[in-house]
């Protein structure tokens, strides 16, 4: 079932035909490919679940495995579809085939052209190479494409908060079951049962659930480990339809009340997070809403006497990063890594840690904003990290720190010419 309408389909293909030509000879040709299942090892004619490439997803509504869509100059988009077969229907029931020229027709219908510069996006086949003389050449057209697909439509803003919805029934429940002696995969279990049940069809992620001081782990797999009294419990996790999803992070007090050490470093992340989504807004670079929250940290550990020195010199030197190792946040909706920034050899770093989007904010973007603080042992005792900020650190303080664990906060913000609209507000914190 599409769960797009044909208009806003159709407005895709408009839009994305609008980018693209301006980039384009009158001879080259695009195309856009679904991919096809992939058998699982040994598994004779079983097949992963299949997942269309989500720029042919994005760009046609239609999740069946194979259909490629072809722009030129001349003649605009035009869909080659798979139709069912008889095997289909027998196994599978059939689906929705959307409208288009059966796929058969492709290979004929590109001999008959004179095509110049061949350029294939999404999951391309082994049968099809693209032909542009270059790797830049490609990506100044898969940059076209992805220009226009970062700003999301009504229809995704729209899906993402009902999706939000259906991740708060998920918070709501874990935040009522989670107590000392529960393990973490039982919390998984809670918070994926309550998701499901309200609609979601899937977890976008690995649900992440880590306790004490697997909360410092940055995507902890949910084990058998027991809750303790005065642990933290860090939950990242969300809801997917179709592969467009939330990402959102909540922490809980395993007895309810966060203890002195504990509400300062959660104040810190909140506080955080709130100064770097006020700067979610158009034209604002988002390396700056990553140094917001490393300022806030720097300056936080500062006074707890953790970060020493001029604190400026502590982020430029990257000191922060031992605490903080992690960008703040990235493009989601369409899978939970989106689009994402533009393609380069040589990231740029801010205050020593390589942010994933490297981009000025636009209206439409759909963001995370998840800061976090973490106290992580593979960081803290490694004896090099230890030596380079040895200016910066007060490693005698960090030992009182060492079995806290980790705090992160995550909300998904849609940048509006207004300011920032967080979908996922509706969980709370």
Known sequence: ?????????NSRKHRTAAGLTPLLKN??????????????????????????????FWLTGSRRPQGVSVFTKADGWIDFVNPISRDELVWEGGGTVIPGRPLSDL????????????????????????????????????????????????????????????????YERVKKFIRPGVTERQIQLEYEMAVLSAGSEKMPYDSIVGTGTNSAILHAIPTARVVKDGDLVLIDAGADVQDYCVDITRVFAANGTMN???????????????????LCRPGVEWHDVHKASARVFAEGLKGLNIIKGDTQAALDAGAVSVFFPHGVG????????????????????????????????????????????????????????????????????????????????????????QGPENLTSVVSK
């Open 260 to 278: 002195t050490q504990q509400k300062t470093i959660y104040d810190l992340v909140l506080k955080a997070q709130q100064e770097s989504i006020a």
């Open 27 to 56: 001879d080259d040709l695009v195309m856009v490919f679904a991919g096809e299942p992939i058998q699982k090892p040994g598994g004779h004619d079983q097949t992963y679940n299949f997942l269309p490439h989500p720029d042919y």
């Open 107 to 170: 290979d004929g219908w590109i001999a008959q052209q004179s095509f110049g510069r061949i350029f294939c996006l999404g999951q391309v086949g082994a049968a099809h190479r693209q032909t542009p003389a270059n790797e830049d050449e490609f990506q100044h057209i898969q940059e076209g494409f992805n220009q226009v697909r970062r700003i999301k439509d009504a229809a995704e803003v729209k899906l993402i908060r009902d999706l939000a919805g259906m991740a708060n029934h998920g």
């Open 1 to 9: 079932m599409n769960i797009f309408t044909q208009d806003t389909i």
């Open 330 to 417: 990235h493009m989601v909706g369409l899978r939970v890594r989106d689009v994402g920034g533009k393609f380069t050899k040589d990231p740029r770093k801010a205050f020593g840690v390589r942010v994933r989007v490297d981009l000025p904010m636009q209206p439409g973007f759909l963001m995370t904003v998840e800061p976090g603080l973490y106290f992580i042992k593979a960081m803290i005792e490694d004896t090099d990290t230890r030596t380079k900020f040895a200016d910066f650190i007060n490693w005698s303080e960090v030992e009182k720190w060492r079995e806290f664990g980790g705090i992160r906060l995550e909300d998904d913000i849609h940048i509006t010419p």
